[in-house]
């Protein structure tokens, strides 16, 4: 199994990237080595297949070798431990397919973890993942419980049942590499010590250098991460990916402006501003509002984006238009041929839905907009942020 390397990848995707005389023209500033991209297919799995990913570039960075794991063996288990939360909440806690990456620890840490090969978790007739039939039927099963106010021997019988038919049979013992495993052996031979990662997020509406619960749906385990003022979150992901670490990401990506097929994700201003020095961008104080937002989508090169302060990313959280509803992997940075920095990322939808492999660059006005929260390795922090959060 080929590694992919941001070099590489942004090599490869240079001469995709020109759509028009000038089009984007990124060089890489840094760059780690991760797995190949994935495919989450017709489920709402990014949670996984990101978190996946991220311990994946971190058994590598961890000199451990290149692992394919399993997204599915921990998707499986994080079903069974909503179902068991929505019937005590008496179904009103959240049974959807999305999750958070504290899902994947949880998960993890209860039944360990096995490699792709041992658990596709693929049991139907589809060459790939597709849970909407399966949570169709779950959510039924979960809601008859409820009426009943009880949950008999084969209710649990009846759900397991369920998975095996969808997703496979769990596995017992394995041979991976000839050697024999249970899940929980396996686990243990990764050596992943969950309590090293940490999430950072940035809001003004509570205390910065403190934990707390972030308010979005899919935080149904009612995870904490520390707060922090928003320099200070993209300087801790900056400091990560340029010492040898790699970043998970949950944000937004509803926005017109995050374009996978073109392989990018900006934040376009459209306010009138004082006169702009760079040449590429004076024609823009030209233009109207609705002129810049036509020019900027057709993503035929860069364009002037917002300078996101924190006011301006809250707002959008408090209007809703700032959710969680994707999770991906930062591998890298880069920058456009105006300077302007981007974070390289590793999506899990496939290869084929557009030029670039997989993955997109992501602005950093766009990061700065619409970040819920990130991931890293403890160490990947910087001793004065280790102090100031305590870590």
């Not at 995709?16 to 005389?21: I, R």
């Not at 320099?231 to 801790?236: C, T, V, W």
């Not at 990401?249 to 995050?258: C, T």
Request: with cysteine; net charge negative; hydrophobic share 35%.
């Amino acid at each position: 199994m080929k590694t992919f390397t941001l070099a590489a990848l942004l090599l490869a995707t240079l001469p995709a990237v020109a759509q028009s005389t000038d089009g984007y023209r990124f060089t890489t500033v840094v760059n780690q080595k991760v797995t190949p991209v994935k495919n989450q297919a017709a489920t709402g799995t990014c949670w996984c297949f990101a978190t996946t990913s991220f311990i994946e570039a971190e058994l590598l960075r961890q000199g451990k070798g290149e692992y394919d794991l399993s997204e599915m063996y921990i998707v499986r288990q994080k079903y069974m431990n909503q179902l068991d939360d929505n019937y005590l909440r008496r179904g009103k806690g959240n049974i959807s397919q999305g999750s958070l990456s504290p899902s994947w620890v949880t998960a993890f840490n209860q039944i360990g973890i096995v490699p792709e090969e041992a658990y596709t978790g693929i049991n139907y007739d589809s060459p790939t993942h597709n849970h909407k039939e399966l949570t169709t039927y779950m959510e039924a099963i979960a809601a008859e419980a409820i009426k009943m106010r009880h949950r008999s021997p084969e209710y649990f019988e009846l759900i397991n049942s369920l998975f095996d038919i969808y997703m496979g049979k769990l596995p017992e013992s394995f041979t991976y590499k000839g050697k024999q495993y249970t899940p929980k052996s396996f686990a243990a031979s990764l050596d992943i010590h969950t309590d090293d990662y940490v999430m950072l997020t940035s809001f003004t509406h509570r205390p910065y250098y403190r934990e707390f619960e972030i308010e979005v749906p899919d935080n149904w385990e009612h995870a904490r991460m520390y707060n922090l003022p928003l320099d200070e979150l993209m300087a801790a992901a900056d400091h990560a990916l340029r010492n040898g670490y790699t970043v998970l990401w949950d944000g937004d990506v509803s926005e017109k402006g995050f374009s996978f097929k073109n392989g990018v994700a900006i934040n376009p201003e459209t306010e009138q501003t004082e006169d702009l020095k760079d040449t590429d961008f004076a024609r823009w104080n030209k233009m109207d509002a609705q002129e810049r937002l036509a020019e900027a989508y057709k993503f035929a090169g860069p364009c002037p984006e917002v300078n996101v302060t924190p006011d301006i990313r809250q707002q959008g959280y408090e209007a809703f238009v700032t959710t969680d509803d994707h999770l991906m992997h930062l591998t890298g940075i880069a920058t456009d041929q105006n300077g302007t920095r981007y974070y390289i990322t590793k999506n899990s939808w496939g290869t084929a839905r557009n030029d670039f492999g997989g993955y997109l660059n992501m602005s950093e006005s766009y990061v700065r907009a619409k970040t819920i929260y990130i991931m890293v390795h403890k160490d990947a922090l910087s001793k004065e942020m280790r102090q100031r959060i305590g870590q």
